[in-house]
T-cell receptor, first 114, second 112 residues
Framework: GAGVSQSPSNKVTEKGKDVELRCDPISGHTALYWYRQSLGQGLEFLIYFQGNSAPDKSGLPSDRFSAERTGGSVSTLTIQRTQQEDSAVYLC????????????FGPGTRLTVL | GQNIDQPTEMTATEGAIVQINCTYQTSGFNGLFWYQQHAGEAPTFLSYNVLDGLEEKGRFSSFLSRSKGYSYLLLKELQMKDSASYLCAVRDYGGSQGNLIFGKGTKLSVKP
């Protein structure tokens, strides 16, 4: 079956602009996660959605970051007023309790803020 | 605090065996995962340990000791395609779900 998909694969933007990153999880997966990976750094947790529960936003680095998940499926991560330090690869993952909630990752969106 | 430690880089020879260690200190524990990540690609799932002991899957095995906060990934019969970063991650949520805390990864280079 189809894996996690993300779009766009690459995004170049100017400092101060807003960006939206999209994630389509694996069909039937109830949980969805956003991480970011900066050069030479480990994956950093951003936000986690589980079903209809309130999301765990504890990893969001600032109030410029927000995410929503519509209909329990597709998710959008929005970064407002982008800064150069936001440049990173943004990875989305999804999981299902049927598979021990193992997280399966999408290909990521490489964001470059000029 | 939460901390996952693993070596930054390792080098091994094609056909050999390599062991990548991971130690962790987290507020809770509900599973340890190993992922493989080739340069420019997404992490791919390799193994999952939640109980102490060894899990074997083909050329790859993963070991866990919860009392020691320690895991290792063992790669046998190394191939050139095994050159990648290997990420250790702990799920510390109270339930079966929740975000993973990742180490910075071990970059493995396999030489001919």
């Amino acid at each position: 079956g189809a894996g996690v998909s993300q779009s766009p694969s690459n995004k170049v933007t100017e400092k101060g602009k807003d960006v939206e990153l999209r994630c389509d999880p694996i069909s039937g997966h109830t949980a969805l996660y956003w991480y970011r990976q900066s050069l030479g750094q480990g994956l950093e947790f951003l936000i986690y959605f589980q079903g209809n529960s309130a999301p765990d936003k504890s990893g969001l680095p600032s109030d410029r970051f927000s995410a929503e998940r519509t209909g329990g499926s597709v998710s959008t991560l929005t970064i407002q007023r982008t800064q150069q330090e936001d440049s990173a690869v943004y990875l989305c993952a999804s999981s299902s309790p049927a598979l021990a909630d193992t997280q399966y990752f999408g290909p990521g969106t490489r964001l470059t803020v000029l | 605090g939460q901390n996952i430690d693993q070596p930054t880089e390792m080098t091994a020879t094609e056909g050999a065996i390599v062991q990548i260690n991971c130690t962790y200190q987290t507020s809770g524990f509900n599973g340890l995962f190993w992922y493989q990540q080739h340069a420019g690609e997404a992490p791919t799932f390799l193994s999952y340990n939640v109980l102490d002991g060894l899990e074997e899957k083909g050329r790859f095995s993963s070991f866990l000791s919860r009392s020691k906060g320690y895991s290792y990934l063992l790669l046998k019969e190394l191939q050139m395609k095994d050159s990648a970063s290997y990420l250790c991650a702990v799920r510390d949520y109270g339930g079966s779900q929740g975000n993973l805390i990742f180490g910075k990864g071990t970059k493995l280079s396999v030489k001919p």
